[in-house]
């Protein structure tokens, strides 16, 4: 079965960071481009990250640019994104998202080919 699993979600107080973790099974990641998505109570989802399939190259929605960085180990099929200096208004699901492309054209918004279930993160104090 193909599937995309995120961990690492929580609460977190404002300034804070956490590191979400995105892994695959049945299938391996290193002929996609990956992505970070979230999507807050009320709005739509939005690109945050993404990635290139050899890493190469990376792309930040401006909201996030300087405090998140996403990354990838294609030996361990995961991809992560760091999150630092969380801000109240990060808070959604977070999603990853798998597309089998190489480069990052247009990469924060949808078509994707496989979606994670989301993970939690909420910026609170």
């Known amino acids: 079965q193909l599937q995309l699993v995120e961990s690492g979600g929580g609460l977190v107080q404002p300034g804070g960071s956490l590191r979400l973790s995105c892994a695959a099974s049945g299938f391996t990641l290193r002929y996609y481009a990956l992505g970070w998505f979230r999507q807050a109570p009320g709005k739509e989802r939005e690109g945050v990250s993404c990635?290139?399939?050899?890493?190469?190259?990376?792309a930040y929605a401006d909201s996030v640019k300087g405090r998140f960085t996403i990354s990838r180990d294609n030996a361990k099929n995961t991809v992560y994104l760091q999150m630092n200096s969380l801000k109240p208004e990060d808070t959604a699901v977070y999603y990853c998202a798998a597309r089998r492309t190489w480069g990052i054209s247009g990469c924060l918004s949808p078509p994707y080919n496989y979606w994670g279930q989301g993970t939690q993160v909420t910026v609170s104090s």
């Open positions: 990635i290139s399939s050899s890493g190469g190259s990376t």
